[in-house]
């Protein structure tokens, strides 16, 4: 498979063409953050949190179409999941792109990010795919404890 054909699948594409939930989101309970130095990508995540469940995620952005691509698919699959759910789906979307596990094992349940996968031949790229979650997580900590001095 040539590097094309294994990254910007027709997923990839449409979600860096037309990303979904891209803007600021007004109400948002916490945000954060992120840039990938090896790339230039920027990010900011917007959360808004109902107990511990994701009533909304939006992202502004600035970065290539892996970046902005994992980043739209990343706000639709963790509406509504609980702070909990989104953490094991990070963990498991984290395997995926670092090939830490056979990919059928973790097909199932990843739905359109397993879209992301190519990224596992890519070692600069996996930094892309990821920035998206960890800015989530940086968001999601500053909810959990709103003062820190780290
Ligand atoms: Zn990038």
Redesign the pocket.
């Known amino acids: 498979m040539s590097y094309l054909q294994d990254l910007y699948q027709e997923i990839i594409l449409d979600h860096n063409k037309r990303p979904r939930n891209c803007g600021k989101l007004d109400c948002a309970t916490c945000q954060a953050n992120g840039y990938?130095p090896l790339?230039?990508?920027k990010i900011t995540i917007y959360l808004r949190l109902e107990g511990d469940r994701v009533q909304e995620c939006t992202f502004e952005g600035n970065?290539?179409a892996?970046?902005t691509a994992s980043a739209s698919l990343m706000t639709e699959i963790i509406k509504g999941k609980t702070i909990d759910e989104v953490k094991e789906l990070f963990e498991r979307f984290h395997d995926l792109v670092t090939g830490q596990e056979e990919l059928d094992e973790l097909k199932t349940g990843l739905g359109k990010l397993q879209a992301l996968a190519g990224v596992r031949e890519f070692p600069m790229?996996v930094?892309?795919a990821t920035?998206a979650w960890h800015t989530l997580n940086a968001a999601l900590r500053s909810e959990e404890t709103p003062v820190s001095t780290e």
Do not use: E
Request: glycine share 16%; with cysteine; proline share 0%.
């Open positions: 990938n790339c230039g990508d970065g290539c892996i970046s790229r930094k892309c920035l």
